[in-house]
């Protein structure tokens, strides 16, 4: 991973991997690709950009090409509420966009990384300690688009010998970038109304289970998988992650060891809860620490220690900012 091309730079996950593998590994050993410019972006700022839609191989290609990458990580996609709201474009984006990248990593012979999620799974999946490898039935656009993109990246490795590894992510929270239209949203909207408003609204159900993890895990899981010797590997696509599963109730109990008095309260939204009810409520990580040692570091209360503290400063710089 000396010079690796990022799609979806500027989300969720994009915004916070380029930052840290230019601060590791240099400035230009990031080419970061999205569909905008967004003026003044740290991202775009620091390092080589392009602006690149991933149903456009060609000329996901000819920068792949100009900057001599040895590796993509293909993040673009669309998140499962989203998702289901516009089918069609999630499939046409979500498997259109890997599809491409894959046949820009077999063409080049490049290392390729591209995130699964717990939505690959579905209402027949056992819910208890999910196993890595166990019936897999989504209902939702975004959880067909999953499974076949694990499919699809295993036959890439089996039929073609392109490096292919990932990961089935969990819901992610993290203070620098919003996520966009996932069902996992309120764990991270949460934390911005207990310090604005000390309430929230939550539109997931009271005793809905899912799995979490803290941004700066994932991002070191990224790193770890993609360094992992490929002897120990064996899976290598979408092995499930998770560092912590809770339902709002016991995210409010954390946040009031910090903010006594924050204050809870449900408007369910049916269509985001029924995709959370279809989703495993916690993972069997077990194969990610067997074959490549994972080890996620938060648990859920030094997250919302950490959260709330770097939360605070970026609000109180918002506020200074705006005046
Ligand atoms: C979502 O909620 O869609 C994502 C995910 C779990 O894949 N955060």
New binding site residues.
Partial sequence: MKKVLITGCLG?IGSELTMRLRADNGTDSVIATDIRRIAGNEVIESGPFEILDVTDKDKMMDIAREYEVDTIIHLAAL?????EEKPQLAWNLNMGGLVNALEVARELHLKFFT?????SFGPGTPAENTPQDTLQRPTTM?GVT?VSGELLCDYYFQKFGVDTRGV?????ISYKTL?G?????YAVDIYYEALKNKSYTSFIGKGTH??MMYMPDAIDAIIKLMNADPKRLVHRNAFNITAMSFEPEQIAASIRKFIPDFELKYDVDPA?QA??DS?PDSLDASCARNEWDFDPQYDLDRMTKDMLEKLTKKLENDTVVRH
């Fill in positions: 969720q998140l499962s509420a989203v998702a995130p699964s999620s717990i939505g975004y999953k089935r992510f969990p819901g992610l996520p239209g996932g069902t996992t949203d899912m799995d985001r995709i959370a989703w």
